[in-house]
């Protein structure tokens, strides 16, 4: 399994960054493919998840309106265009296949711990 992430950068807050991963060596559609990101001292956290196969999305409550997830199923790459960004939208983002599904009324979303991992990309926000 390879997973390579791409798109990060430093913006100002409010602009926008386009994140690819570009995955190998699965079954692209198989399950879902999800963006992580992870700040140092904290865990890492579900931003965005992504069925291939239906399109269904699944959003993090934090990044809902400002996130949008898709995937291009021929080149095996799912992207996640970021509007508005805020500082504390820095962190680095990571892609994974993984299993999503509603967390029902939060709002958020439920994944299984992936076992793959890309190396990131980081996306710092200025103030």
């Known amino acids: 399994v390879q997973l390579v992430e791409s798109g990060g950068g430093l913006v100002q807050a409010g602009g926008s960054l386009r994140l690819s991963c570009v995955a190998s060596g699965f079954t692209f559609d198989a399950d879902h493919i999800g963006w992580f990101r992870q700040v140092p001292g904290k865990e890492r956290e579900g931003v965005s998840c992504?069925?291939?196969?239906?399109?269904?999305?699944y959003y993090n409550p934090s990044v809902k309106g400002r996130f949008t997830i898709s995937s291009d199923n021929a080149k095996s790459t799912v992207y996640l265009q970021m509007n508005n960004l805020k500082p504390e939208d820095s962190a680095v983002y990571y892609c994974?296949?993984?299993?999503?599904?509603?967390?029902?009324?939060?709002?958020?979303?439920?994944?299984?711990?992936?076992?793959?991992w890309g190396q990131g990309t980081q996306v710092t926000v200025a103030s």
């Open positions: 992504i069925s291939p196969r239906n399109g269904r999305q």
């Open positions: 994974a296949p993984t299993w999503c599904g509603s967390a029902g009324g939060s709002g958020s979303f439920y994944y299984t711990p992936p076992d793959y």
